[in-house]
């Protein structure tokens, strides 16, 4: 079982830099026992194990069960219930399933998650319900008999209701008006919730958190702008608000705010938008072009800053991190954007009998099938590059309109919750249990081949419960891993510490003299320039770190978009023998920790800016490599022979820091509040 976590690490061990301790003189923090350290919503027994300078804490907040429309037909039978099981530490039998419902294999994660929240899609929650009882009128149906014995056929009607921008519930399933299928939707969305709460450790002990969710499905022309739905506590409304009622995002924040916010008392809900890269331009518009005033931007990017503060930068389906080469972005070709990147410009793919060469989106422009990979690549459909459009948005309307962290999940179809390992995955969908399976090459679509075990959510919190993990979503103060269990932290201020490194709690000194990520730098005192304090430290299920990279992006004086990669700590280039990862041997040296405090030399104060900070590993054998370097020779399946990376460098990405100049800080709610 995972070891309970230290209040503190010591931060500096085993870095590349070490400074020596010149501790300065703070204000203490409050005491780990002080009432005010976490605002309760519900009632649960205080955790025995807090900490005012916080824990690190992993999860996976994108977890599908047989009560999704894509997971059920395919062959997936566990429930939310079993998802949690396996989410603690519990063995899970994966499909496919023999006559006597044995299954083929079993999966076990070697460290148990600290929290997790199931996110069945919502859409179709009645007609699965109504499909798959045999007691149901409806049960014989054609379309029902479609979903439960061909995956292909069976799920395609779906498909196209949550791929129209006036989607309707599947008629002959739930009548005209869709009314027959809101009580069994209703019954299943009670179900979730029920599982959920079953599953929440409430106790002091506080070993393991659940969260009330849901993802909300919209595909509209193709293009990915799903979200999932997490509420706060177990107050939440009687239906879960899904595609077909809101088919858009400003429909669902409305709905969200009406329904949970305003009507029910005691509820608290936020969104986070998923698979950004696969949306060409769809998820994230710019503000400055698609309004009609700057007062109905304003007012639109506010209410998404106040509903969805963070955003997954990685999951199954890929990277959503950064893309070079993206027009009227200036900065360096960064290598790391290729980590599990699954687009490619000037590629030519054959969708339906259309042949489509991928380019860039013009400025503004939203494509299409971007699910597909064949979708124009906007620059709004990246971390790095969006939240230099909320700058610039902020520069136009008075609030940067992209005010995200980032936080990171699998994506599992499966159940498999938190199931990362590159050595022992066995896929996020049915068709992926079997390596051949898993390792296709699909043009058309993000999975097998070109898909990963996906990422973890990782949260600063002082306790493992609801309202402390739900206030450190809500406050930004959260990052998101490739897979392992790095524990980035970043700090910025004006007047950190050169020692802070050396420091017996770097982090106390971060919180007291500085601004954790997420956050917005304080005001400048004259002359300053910010400084960093970024520190991180490797997991247990993880390779040594190899370096600390600060990013930067910026908007210049003529309303330029900018980024910059610093090298902080560790080795700026690894080189490694690919034959020795072939062979298994040690693929290089690395550290299990590194730290360092960083003065921006480039700052220009009257340039709005941001800092993230990217911890990475050594490289090593990616899951396709080693999964077929297991086998002999002459055993391994055709599909070995691929053109897959061999390696990857895992990695860890902390929310931004943010500088505004005084000119703009000063403009009247300029700023979102934190």
Same mark, same amino acid.
């Given at each position: 079982?995972?070891?309970?976590?230290?209040?503190?690490?010591?931060?500096?061990?085993?870095?590349?830099?070490?400074?020596?301790?010149?501790?300065?003189?703070?204000?203490?923090?409050?005491?780990?026992?002080?009432?005010?350290?976490?605002?309760?919503?519900?009632?649960?027994?205080?955790?025995?194990?807090?900490?005012?300078?916080? &824990?690190?804490?992993?999860?996976?907040?994108?977890?599908?069960?047989?009560?999704?429309?894509?997971?059920?037909?395919?062959?997936?039978?566990?429930?939310?219930?079993?998802?949690?099981?396996?989410?603690?530490?519990?063995?899970?039998?994966?499909?496919?399933?023999?006559?006597?419902?044995?299954?083929?294999?079993?999966?076990?994660?070697?460290?148990?998650? !600290?929290?997790?929240?199931?996110?069945?899609?919502?859409?179709?929650?009645?007609?699965?319900?109504?499909?798959? !009882?045999?007691?149901?009128?409806?049960?014989?149906?054609?379309?029902?008999?479609?979903?439960?014995?061909?995956?292909?056929?069976?799920?395609?009607?779906?498909?196209?209701?949550?791929?129209?921008?006036?989607?309707?519930?599947?008629?002959?399933?739930?009548?005209?008006?869709?009314?027959?299928?809101?009580?069994?939707?209703?019954?299943?969305? &009670?179900?979730?919730?029920?599982?959920?709460?079953?599953?929440?450790?409430?106790?002091?002990?506080?070993?393991?958190?659940?969260? #009330?969710?849901?993802?909300?499905?919209?595909?509209?022309?193709?293009?990915?702008?799903?979200?999932?739905?997490?509420?706060?506590?177990?107050?939440?409304?009687?239906?879960?608000?899904?595609?077909?009622?809101?088919?858009?995002?400003?429909?669902?924040?409305?709905?969200?705010?009406?329904?949970?916010?305003?009507?029910?008392?005691?509820?608290?809900?936020?969104?986070?938008?998923?698979?950004?890269?696969?949306?060409?331009?769809?998820?994230?518009?710019?503000?400055?072009?698609?309004?009609?005033?700057?007062?109905?931007?304003?007012?639109?990017?506010?209410?998404?800053?106040?509903?969805?503060?963070?955003?997954?930068?990685?999951?199954?389906?890929?990277?959503?991190?950064?893309?070079?080469?993206?027009?009227?972005?200036?900065?360096?070709?960064?290598?790391?954007?290729?980590?599990?990147?699954?687009?490619?410009?000037?590629?030519?793919?054959?969708?339906?009998?259309?042949?489509?060469?991928?380019?860039?989106?013009?400025?503004?422009?939203?494509?299409?099938?971007?699910?597909?990979? #064949?979708?124009?690549?906007?620059?709004?459909?990246?971390?790095?590059?969006?939240?230099?459009?909320?700058?610039?948005?902020?520069?136009? $309307?008075?609030?940067?309109?992209?005010?995200?962290?980032?936080?990171?999940?699998?994506?599992?179809?499966?159940?498999?919750?938190?199931?990362?390992?590159?050595?022992?995955?066995?896929?996020?969908?049915?068709?992926?249990?079997?390596?051949?399976?898993?390792?296709?090459?699909?043009?058309?679509?993000?999975?097998?081949?070109?898909?990963?075990?996906?990422?973890?959510?990782?949260?600063?919190?002082?306790?493992?419960?609801?309202?402390? $993990?739900?206030?450190?979503?809500?406050?930004?103060?959260?990052?998101?891993?490739?897979?392992?269990?790095?524990?980035?932290?970043?700090?910025?201020?004006?007047?950190?510490?050169?020692?802070?490194?050396?420091?017996?709690?770097?982090?106390?000194?971060?919180?007291?003299?500085?601004?954790?990520?997420?956050?917005?730098?304080?005001?400048?005192?004259?002359?300053?320039?910010?400084?960093?304090?970024?520190?991180?430290?490797?997991?247990?299920?993880?390779?040594?770190?190899?370096?600390?990279?600060?990013?930067?992006?910026?908007?210049?004086?003529?309303? &330029?978009?900018?980024?910059?990669?610093?090298?902080?700590?560790?080795?700026?280039?690894?080189?490694?023998?690919?034959?020795?990862?072939?062979?298994?041997?040690?693929?290089?040296?690395?550290?299990?920790?590194?730290?360092?405090?960083?003065?921006?030399?480039?700052?220009?104060?009257?340039?709005?800016?941001?800092?993230?900070?990217?911890?990475?590993? $050594?490289?090593?054998?990616?899951?396709?490599?080693?999964?077929?370097?297991?086998?002999?020779?002459?055993?391994?399946?055709?599909?070995?022979?691929?053109?897959?990376?061999?390696?990857?460098?895992?990695?860890?990405?902390?929310?931004?820091?943010?500088?505004?100049?005084?000119?703009?800080?000063?403009?009247?709610?300029?700023?979102?509040?934190?």
């Amino acid at each position: 079982m995972k070891a309970a976590i230290a209040f503190y690490r010591p931060a500096a061990l085993g870095a590349t830099v070490l400074l020596t301790a010149c501790v300065k003189t703070f204000d203490p923090l409050p005491d780990a026992t002080s009432p005010g350290l976490v605002e309760y919503t519900e009632q649960r027994e205080a955790c025995a194990l807090r900490s005012p300078t916080k &824990r690190a804490l992993f999860g996976d907040l994108h977890i599908h069960t047989a009560f999704s429309y894509d997971a059920r037909p395919r062959g997936t039978e566990t429930t939310p219930a079993d998802a949690y099981r396996f989410a603690r530490g519990e063995p899970l039998g994966i499909p496919p399933y023999d006559k006597n419902g044995r299954p083929a294999a079993t999966q076990q994660l070697e460290y148990p998650l !600290d929290f997790a929240a199931v996110t069945d899609h919502s859409e179709f929650f009645g007609e699965m319900t109504r499909c798959y !009882d045999a007691e149901s009128v409806v049960y014989d149906l054609p379309t029902c008999r479609l979903i439960r014995q061909n995956e292909n056929e069976g799920m395609f009607a779906m498909f196209r209701v949550v791929g129209a921008t006036d989607p309707k519930h599947l008629p002959d399933v739930c009548g005209e008006d869709g009314e027959a299928c809101v009580e069994p939707a209703n019954d299943l969305w &009670r179900q979730i919730q029920e599982m959920a709460d079953a599953a929440y450790d409430r106790t002091s002990a506080c070993t393991f958190t659940t969260f #009330v969710g849901y993802e909300h499905t919209g595909t509209p022309n193709s293009n990915n702008i799903h979200r999932n739905v997490l509420f706060r506590n177990a107050v939440v409304p009687a239906r879960a608000i899904s595609y077909i009622e809101t088919p858009s995002d400003r429909l669902l924040w409305d709905q969200l705010k009406e329904q949970c916010l305003d009507g029910l008392d005691g509820c608290d809900v936020l969104a986070i938008p998923h698979n950004a890269n696969l949306s060409s331009g769809a998820m994230f518009p710019s503000y400055i072009s698609g309004f009609e005033s700057v007062d109905s931007a304003r007012a639109m990017a506010e209410l998404r800053n106040a509903m969805e503060p963070v955003m997954e930068v990685f999951q199954h389906k890929g990277n959503s991190e950064c893309f070079n080469g993206l027009p009227n972005i200036l900065g360096a070709p960064d290598e790391l954007c290729q980590t599990e990147q699954v687009l490619e410009v000037n590629r030519e793919v054959d969708v339906f009998g259309d042949y489509r060469i991928v380019d860039f989106c013009e400025d503004g422009e939203v494509g299409t099938r971007g699910f597909l990979r #064949v979708g124009c690549i906007s620059k709004n459909d990246f971390y790095r590059s969006v939240l230099l459009t909320g700058l610039q948005d902020e520069a136009a $309307i008075g609030i940067n309109s992209y005010k995200l962290g980032v936080i990171a999940s699998t994506d599992t179809h499966m159940s498999l919750a938190g199931d990362t390992s590159e050595e022992h995955w066995k896929g996020h969908l049915v068709s992926e249990v079997d390596l051949g399976g898993r390792l296709r090459n699909i043009e058309t679509s993000a999975t097998s081949l070109a898909g990963n075990p996906g990422g973890l959510a990782g949260v600063w919190a002082v306790e493992n419960s609801r309202d402390a $993990i739900f206030e450190a979503l809500r406050r930004r103060e959260v990052f998101g891993t490739t897979g392992t269990r790095i524990e980035p932290r970043l700090f910025g201020g004006w007047d950190l510490s050169d020692d802070a490194c050396g420091m017996d709690d770097l982090a106390a000194h971060g919180y007291a003299v500085g601004k954790p990520m997420g956050s917005d730098l304080a005001p400048r005192p004259a002359g300053a320039a910010p400084k960093l304090l970024a520190n991180a430290v490797a997991g247990p299920d993880g390779a040594p770190l190899q370096k600390l990279q600060l990013i930067k992006g910026w908007v210049d004086d003529a309303g &330029r978009s900018n980024y910059r990669i610093y090298h902080l700590a560790g080795e700026e280039h690894h080189h490694h023998d690919a034959h020795d990862l072939e062979e298994s041997k040690e693929p290089g040296h690395g550290e299990q920790a590194l730290c360092r405090v960083f003065e921006d030399p480039d700052f220009e104060p009257d340039q709005p800016a941001y800092y993230y900070l990217r911890a990475v590993e $050594i490289p090593t054998l990616r899951w396709s490599s080693r999964a077929c370097l297991a086998l002999a020779p002459d055993q391994r399946p055709r599909e070995c022979d691929n053109e897959a990376p061999k390696t990857i460098q895992e990695m860890a990405w902390t929310s931004p820091i943010w500088y505004l100049p005084e000119s703009q800080a000063a403009t009247p709610d300029a700023r979102s509040s934190e």
